[in-house]
């Protein structure tokens, strides 16, 4: 909850400056490089689930999620934050919540290839998502506290 505060305490200190605009820009980009290391686990993660074609199929799903997969940072607004995102897979397949039915225990029903009256459940990587960042939350968090420092110290600066 204080990061919450802090952040939004630093959004108005942002907004108040002569040039908020290049201020919040460069923040942003610190909070979403903090994250980084984050996103490649999660891509690491969902490139690691196995296959069960027989043959290549395309587009190939673990890669077009894997490239959904990227820091998100919001300043302002209803909502202020930074968070990883999987964002969903338009036009993949017809299959655009492939990020978060392979998370599920419960997998996601299809049809059968050729056979539209047979339906099949299918299993992703279980979690492969939440385990990407299960121990790591509070280096994150700490990262991007980091980065609001940072900024909070350049503005704290230029004020004297």
Known sequence: METH???NALVRALRAEED??????DLAKNMREALKPGAAEAKSSIMAMPTQAARPVTPALRTAIAKKIRPEVKLGGRWSGARVKAFKTKNIRGFPNAPKRTNRAGGWRHPVFGNRDVWVTQHGKRDWFDDAFKGREGIYREAVEQAMEDMARRIANRAD
């Not at 908020?20 to 820009?25: I, N």
Request: charged share 35%; proline share 0%; net charge positive.
């Open 20 to 25: 908020g605009k290049q201020l919040r820009k």
């Open 5 to 7: 505060q802090g952040l």
